[in-house]
């Protein structure tokens, strides 16, 4: 009697089979990843009421601000340029989850990279909002699909989902945020990152609001191009202030060392349904010491956001990094400000055509943001216009597919790596470096 052992060509053959027909996608089907294409703004603020506004505060039953629509000239508006920007972003990397659509998909590639054969992945889109607010159309509450807080529905009282619960759901690894700006007097235009630094920069300052630490660490550190919001301030003040909004909620007076009570930005990690916010009860201890302290000197950092404020994977996202500052989020918000810098001029001069000159890429809009902050993923945040610049403009509306493509292959490379045909003759080449995804672990989808 012949005997057939257990790993015989027979059983493997067959053993193989069962897997494939079991377990095909798990498999032979490629990497996939997350990305949300966030195209800021689309409400409207023309209804001062306290219902259409933003950040609701559960403490108060207010909202803490009217709703921002973004910034406007003449007839171009923000929350158009950037929906439509973004629309084509998305379709474009819905090509990858597709055979023909990734054939398609490889030829943009090929425009960008020395190779001709590239790994396949999918890249996995959504999207924030696919409209804006039509102010022809009566509602109770118009900003409810815009907000980024968590809000009570008018009629109910139920709490529904702002934009930030809804992109920390889809456990997103990156954010796309697309914004316009508007220029100031002798502004050149171009595009510019948007950064949160993380809490390594914001204790440095809150020791130096306290006399801890010299100025000097400020001054002479690579966040010191603070955003100016507070006219007559210095950027060290508008970084202090910023300091405490981050910390408690409350801005500091000028001298940075006192509360001013009057001027209060809520408690944001618990504005977000997510894994970082509080328990239940947290607000029995409001202006007690702690996390909810009124004056600095009672301040404390406890509680679960606060534990991952300080941990590592926050401080890789938003510290240090390839860019020299700003971690991960600077170096992906920057990279694909170099691949549409680069991607524009190549793509029309295959099409013969002749391509606007770009605005510089400008240095970063530094305060204490909240998607780069609130959100688990990697946060490029982009002021990719001007909105009173006739030439960022231009490559916006005229030129908006080729700025989606170059968007749309900027974020495989930031996925997979892409060996860029350098160019010496334009002031930008990507560099084409993956993001170490892999330290990251569980941190995405361990948000909820």
């Keep these: 009697m012949s005997f057939i052992p257990f790993f015989s060509h027979q059983n493997i053959y067959f053993f193989l089979l069962f897997c494939i027909l079991s377990h095909p996608l798990s498999l032979f089907s490629e990497p996939s990843f997350r990305i949300v294409i966030d195209p800021g703004h689309g409400g409207v603020a023309k209804d001062p009421k306290a219902v259409h506004g933003d950040k609701y505060d559960s403490v108060t039953q207010t909202y803490l601000e009217t709703y921002k ?175 405490w909004i981050y910390l408690h909620g409350y801005w500091s007076q000028k001298n940075g060392k006192e509360t001013d009570l009057s001027k ?59 860019e020299g500052f700003g971690g991960d989020n600077h170096y992906v918000t920057k990279e694909l400000m170099r691949f549409v810098q680069y991607g524009l001029p190549i793509q029309l001069k295959e099409k013969n055509s002749s391509y606007p000159e770009l605005g510089p890429i400008q240095k970063p809009y530094i305060s204490t943001y909240s998607l780069p902050t609130y959100t688990n993923a990697l946060c490029a945040f982009i002021e990719i216009g001007y909105v009173n610049r006739s030439r960022d403009m231009k490559y916006l509306t005229q030129n908006k597919k080729e700025t989606a493509i170059s968007l749309a292959v900027g974020i495989y490379s930031l996925f997979v790596g892409l060996d860029v045909k350098k160019n010496p003759n334009l002031p930008y080449n990507p560099k084409g470096k993956k993001v170490n995804w892999e330290r990251y672990e569980t941190y995405f989808e361990d948000v909820l």
């Design 69 to 243: 629509q973004g910034t406007e000239h003449g007839s171009i508006t923000e929350r158009k340029v950037v929906l439509d920007l973004a629309k084509e972003v998305h379709k474009i990397l819905k090509l990858t989850e597709t055979d023909a659509g990734w054939k398609e998909f490889e030829g943009y590639l090929k425009l960008f990279s020395k190779k001709n054969e590239f790994t396949r992945v999918k890249l996995v889109s959504h999207l924030t909002r696919e409209t804006s607010f039509d102010e022809d159309v009566p509602s109770d509450d118009p900003n409810a699909p815009y907000r980024l807080y968590d809000f009570p529905d008018p009629k109910t009282g139920i709490r529904k989902k702002g934009r930030l619960s809804k992109i920390n759901e889809l456990k997103p690894q990156l954010v796309l945020s697309l914004h316009l700006n508007p220029a100031s007097k002798g502004q050149k235009g171009g595009m510019a990152a948007v950064l949160t630094p993380g809490y390594k920069t914001f204790s440095q300052l809150k020791k130096i609001s306290e006399k801890q630490k010299s100025p000097n660490v400020f001054w002479k550190g690579p966040w010191s191009d603070w955003l100016i919001f507070q006219s007559g301030w210095t950027k060290l003040e508008n970084a202090t202030a910023d300091t």
């Design 264 to 322: 209060f930005e809520g408690y944001r990690q618990n504005m977000i349904s997510w894994k970082y916010a509080d328990d239940a009860n947290w607000e029995k201890n409001i202006g007690k010491k702690g996390p909810y302290a009124k004056s600095h000197e009672e301040f404390l950092e406890s509680g679960r956001f606060w534990e991952r404020e300080m941990g590592k994977k926050e401080e890789w996202r938003r510290e240090g990094g390839k």
